[in-house]
T-cell receptor
């Protein structure tokens, strides 16, 4: 099993450009998440999904959109990139609600720089 | 709102010395508690978690953590540091009423291990 994979690994954008980050998991997990990691702030939840076709806002959703058309994929889009979106983006997945929290499995991250 | 405080953004220890990384949470209802580790240029991986039952939790790589309700703490320890333990460590909580495995992360503590 590859686990959680993310593409691309690195990207540099100019202000105003758009891009999509792809997350894929092969563990048949129901839940998927997008986080951003900034120095001194830990990880903050951008959007999440509790199943195919569903998405919801997390803690810092502004400027991002997501889609979950297939259970194994979770896409994060930036329509008009801003320098404040320079960050490392992590995708994660977990089995789903089971009475107690499941372990979240993380991808290797995408380092995005917006100039 | 729930919050997680990790005391000390950087901790430095000698190889073979005790590792102590501190984590306190704010909640009137004890949440579920996690420690994750991030090695350089990698995603996060679970070290250990507390949900219910025994308050001393053992994890991978010789780490353990003790849940102390009276102190709202979940400190991470390892009796003897190894060079390979150098990484960033994140404490996280999942509110019991989260419903979707929501994780709230602390800012992280970077552990350096010196020969």
């Amino acid at each position: 099993n590859a686990g959680v994979t993310q593409t691309p690994k690195f990207r540099v954008l100019k202000t105003g450009q758009s891009m999509t980050l792809l997350c894929a998991q092969d563990m048949n997990h129901e839940y998927m998440y997008w986080y951003r990691q900034d120095p001194g702030m830990g990880l903050r939840l951008i959007h999440y999904s509790v199943g195919e076709g569903t998405t919801a806002k997390g803690e810092v959703p502004d400027g991002y959109n997501v889609s979950r058309l297939k259970k194994q994929n979770f896409l994060l889009g930036l329509e008009s990139a801003a320098p404040s979106q320079t960050s490392v983006y992590f995708c994660a997945s977990s089995r789903g609600a089971s009475g107690t929290p499941d372990t979240q499995y993380f991808g290797p991250g995408t380092r995005l720089t917006v100039l | 709102a729930q919050s997680v405080t990790q005391l000390g953004s950087h901790v430095s220890v000698s190889e073979g010395a005790l590792v102590l990384l501190r984590c306190n949470y704010s909640s009137s209802v004890p949440p579920y508690l996690f420690w994750y580790v991030q090695y350089p240029n990698q995603g996060l991986q679970l070290l250990l978690k507390y949900t219910t039952g025994a308050t001393l939790v053992k994890g991978i790589n010789g780490f353990e953590a003790e849940f102390k309700k009276s102190e709202t703490s979940f400190h991470l320890t390892k009796p003897s540091a190894h060079m390979s333990d150098a990484a960033e460590y994140f404490c996280a909580v999942n509110p019991v009423s989260g419903g979707y495995n929501k994780l709230i992360f602390g800012a992280g503590t970077r552990l350096a291990v010196h020969p």
